[in-house]
């Protein structure tokens, strides 16, 4: 089965830039996706098709995929930022997602 | 506004059946697909499977064939998601989202199901 793995956690400090990293075997190869979820509430995307925004999400959340690694990239991070990230993908009629990174703003 | 509404959260005890259920609203029920995710206490996001409400094709993540079911109801714009023999391993909580294919992404999600079994 395909794995996607993410570090458990992530600390920044705010109006900082946080980076969580996503690797899975040629995932540059495929489309990357990432959601943000907060305690109690379901998971909302926050990135599409690799770097793309849905409506409503701010300029501050951005997306690369290249090689092994797709990277969700934080700018001028918010303490309403605080919540768990999941990258997903799509690989042989099956969908994994990542294994989900905390995020922690100090 | 295209949403997915979740029935309510049950309590169970092993060995029972239950059918939990997500019906959509704001587009045509037909023309996306509906995933169901797993999300057991405190754990991460487990795709279990995908219905294409068109024709009910569906296909299940190797981890859940065989102990789930999915299904729906076109009519009534509603998917399913069904045991027949719960254990006290099923609580969680059970997102369904839908899938525009041939994008990857789930967008949005239902409010959730929170499913617990215990004797």
């Known amino acids: 089965s395909y794995e996607l793995t993410q570090p458990p956690s992530v600390s920044v400090s705010p109006g900082q830039t946080a980076s969580i990293t996503c690797s899975g075997d040629?995932?540059?190869?495929?489309?990357a996706c990432w959601y943000q979820q907060k305690p109690g509430q379901s998971p909302v995307l926050v990135i599409y098709q690799d770097s793309k925004r849905p409506s409503g999400i701010p300029e501050r959340f951005s997306g690369s995929n290249s090689g092994n690694t797709a990277t969700l990239t934080i700018s001028g991070t918010q303490a309403m930022d605080e919540a768990d990230y999941y990258c997903q993908a799509w690989d042989s009629s099956t969908v994994p997602f990542g294994t989900g990174t905390k995020v922690t703003v100090l | 506004e295209v949403q997915l509404v979740q029935s309510g959260a049950e309590v169970k005890k092993p060995g029972e059946s239950l059918r939990i259920s997500c019906k959509g609203s704001?587009?045509?029920?037909?023309?996306?697909?509906i995933s169901w995710v797993r999300q057991m206490p405190g754990k991460g996001l487990e795709w279990m499977g995908r219905?294409?409400?068109?024709?009910?094709?569906?296909n299940y993540s190797p981890s859940f064939q065989g102990h789930v079911t999915i299904s729906a109801d076109k009519s009534i714009s509603t998917a399913y998601l069904q045991w027949s023999s719960l254990k006290a391993s099923d609580t969680a909580m059970y997102y369904c989202?839908?899938?525009?294919?041939?994008?990857?992404?789930?967008?949005?999600w239902g409010q959730g199901t929170l499913v617990t079994v215990s004797s």
């Open positions: 989202a839908i899938w525009r294919p041939p994008t990857v992404e789930f967008d949005p």
């Open positions: 704001g587009y045509s029920f037909t023309s996306y697909w």
């Open positions: 040629k995932l540059g190869d495929k489309y």
């Open positions: 219905i294409d409400p068109s024709d009910s094709y569906t």
